[in-house]
């Protein structure tokens, strides 16, 4: 099995009608169709509908998984929820893009990843559903999806070098939500599933200002609802009558999040360049950190041995000749369990010897036991294995 595929797709604010999904299953006989879902793997052959139609005409998420590196996905949001010029900001390539189809924007957003090995093990059909929210967080004007994005694209030069001209060191970021030190699972899970490293991560949240206060309360939000005009509400809850229950949901959030949101600094904007060497930097510290530690770590194992080694030298000095007999009885049962016990102690003896200066008795002993049992090839080669 050299190749494998995962699609997905999802419908969140409407279902598929009968027709539509008729439409759909035109497209596949294999997958698994419902008014909310696609779901199809492959293993030979290849989809052979076009992803982008699909998510204009009919779903709100893709996913896609490809053993060969490359991760997709695409979120498809209304425009007066995610402004498209917001979203040009931060695409870059063919690896952030966006376009308009009638009153939605279509993101596209992909990463590839082709020095690492496919585990067919491996199970994507849990992907989206963790990585879904940042769709809403999007529509309640949260940024940080699109800016995980930029930078896992530029994150990819990293991997690899021909990504980018050397010319784009000196691109700008786009501007910094705030909240990179502090992402929410839903982005986190995007992050992972964009290969974006957690050091370049970290370096970019250091121009990002902390979140507010949280403010989605229900208490918050029972006194911001109260405000609004019964006319208003009327007509939304005509909506949400109507089918549109998830969409009235992020209107309202956006806008709630946008009355309560403070005015926050805009930092200085870094290059690319700036971004990348940092990361690197950082990366090389924290490498040497813990290379420091494992070597401490390793010290302080060896000082624990040794202790435990001279207590159980000074147990062995106080019946030294009980021990010479173990071995024998030991060697006498002719078992290989026995003979590495054997060796084991006499190991531990040896060690004694050397340590209160009575080698040459040590040296004669094991010269009688060598003779003694020289037509024991087993234990003899055991002995040579360790210099005994």
């Given at each position: 099995m050299s190749e494998y595929q995962y699609y997905e797709f999802v419908a969140i604010d409407r279902p598929l009608d009968d027709g539509e999904q008729a439409a759909v299953r035109s497209l596949s006989t294999r997958a698994r169709i419902s008014s909310t879902s696609f779901v199809n793997e492959y293993h030979w052959g290849d989809f052979k509908g076009d992803p982008r139609r699909l998510m204009e005409r009919h779903y709100d998420a893709h996913l896609y998984v490809a053993s060969w590196g490359t991760h997709r996905v695409m979120l498809r949001l209304p425009c007066d929820l995610l402004d498209p010029d917001v979203?040009?900001?931060?695409?870059?390539?063919?690896?952030?893009?966006?376009?308009?189809?009638?009153?939605?924007?279509v993101l596209d957003i992909s990463s590839e990843d082709h020095a690492g090995e496919f585990d067919f093990d491996y199970d994507p059909e849990n992907l989206l559903s963790t990585i879904v929210g940042v769709r809403a967080e999007l529509a309640a004007g949260d940024l940080r999806p699109l800016y995980l994005a930029w930078l896992a694209a530029y994150g990819a030069w990293e991997r690899d070098e021909d990504v980018f001209d050397r010319d784009a060191d000196d691109d700008l970021e786009p501007p910094v939500p705030p909240g990179l030190g502090t992402l929410t699972a839903a982005q986190r899970a995007?992050?992972?599933?964009?290969?974006?490293?957690?050091?370049?991560?970290?370096?970019?949240?250091?121009?990002?200002?902390?979140?507010g206060k949280t403010a989605d309360s229900p208490a918050d939000l029972t006194v911001w609802a109260a405000r609004l005009p019964v006319t208003e509400k009327d007509r939304l809850l005509a909506r949400v009558m109507q089918g549109?229950?998830?969409?009235v949901q992020m209107e309202l959030l956006r806008r709630f999040h946008g009355d309560s949101a403070p005015i926050i600094p805009v930092p200085a904007r870094r290059t690319v360049a700036d971004l990348l060497d940092n990361a690197a930097r950082r990366r090389a510290d924290r490498e040497r950190r813990l290379a420091a530690e494992r070597a401490e770590d390793e010290v302080r194992r060896e000082q624990a041995r040794l202790q435990a080694r001279g207590r159980r030298l000074d147990?062995?000095?106080?019946?030294?000749?009980?021990?010479?007999?173990r071995v024998e009885a030991m060697i006498a049962t002719r078992k290989p369990a026995e003979y590495d016990a054997a060796v084991t102690l006499l190991s531990d003896l040896q060690a004694l010897a050397e340590r209160d200066g009575h080698y040459d008795t040590f040296t004669a002993r094991m010269i009688a036991l060598r003779h003694t049992h020289g037509r024991k090839p087993s234990l003899i080669e055991r002995l040579d294995r360790v210099s005994l």
């Open positions: 979203v040009e900001d931060y695409c870059i390539g063919d690896e952030v893009s966006a376009w308009v189809m009638d009153e939605f924007i995007l992050a992972d599933f964009l290969h974006l490293d957690d050091d370049l991560i970290a370096i970019a949240a250091q121009a990002s200002p902390p979140l549109e229950a998830a969409r147990t062995l000095a106080a019946e030294e000749d009980a021990a010479w007999s």
